[in-house]
Nanobody, 127 residues
Framework: QVQLVESGGGLVQAGGSLRLSCAAS????????MGWFRQAPGKEREFVAA????????YYADSVKGRFTISRDNAKNTVYLQMNNLKPEDTAVYYC????????????????????WGQGTQVTVSS
C-alpha cells in the first residue's frame, strides 16, 4: 500500500509559478497511474492532470492545458505538478492520488479510479 504526502503549496500572485510535489512511500508506487485533483471551497473535487506508471503519457484538464505539467520520478517515488501562469481561479486545495494502471482518459479523470489520496496542499493565487 502506498501513502502520499503533498508539499509545495502557498500564496502566489497571478502570473506566478509553483511546483507541487507528492512523495510516496511503498514499493508499488511505480506501478500506479498518478493524478492531481483540486477542490475549491463549495465546489466538487475536480481533475487536473494525470500521468501513467512510467510518465510516458499525460492528460490534462482543459482549464490547465498549456500551463501545468505533470511529471514523475519513480527513482524518488515522487510526482510533480509544475504550475505556470497561475490564475485566481486556480486557487484550491490540491491533492495527489494513486491508483490503477489502465490508461484511458475517461478512467484517469475519475476520482473513484484512485485508491490512495494525500492530505492536500493549499494553493492561493491573488489577483
Amino acid at each position: 500500500q502506498v501513502q502520499l504526502v503533498e508539499s509545495g503549496g502557498g500564496l502566489v500572485q497571478a502570473g506566478g509559478s509553483l511546483r507541487l510535489s507528492c512523495a510516496a512511500s511503498g514499493r508499488t508506487f511505480s506501478t500506479y497511474n498518478m493524478g492531481w485533483f483540486r477542490q475549491a471551497p463549495g465546489k466538487e473535487r475536480e481533475f487536473v492532470a494525470a500521468t501513467n506508471w512510467n510518465g510516458a503519457y499525460a492528460y490534462y484538464a482543459d482549464s490547465v492545458k498549456g500551463r501545468f505539467t505533470i511529471s514523475r520520478d519513480n527513482a524518488k517515488n515522487t510526482v510533480y505538478l509544475q504550475m505556470n501562469n497561475l490564475k485566481p481561479e486556480d486557487t484550491a486545495v490540491y491533492y495527489c492520488a494513486a491508483g490503477g494502471s489502465q490508461w484511458l482518459s475517461t478512467v484517469v479523470v475519475t476520482t473513484s479510479t484512485y485508491h490512495t489520496w494525500g492530505q492536500g496542499t493549499q494553493v492561493t493565487v491573488s489577483s
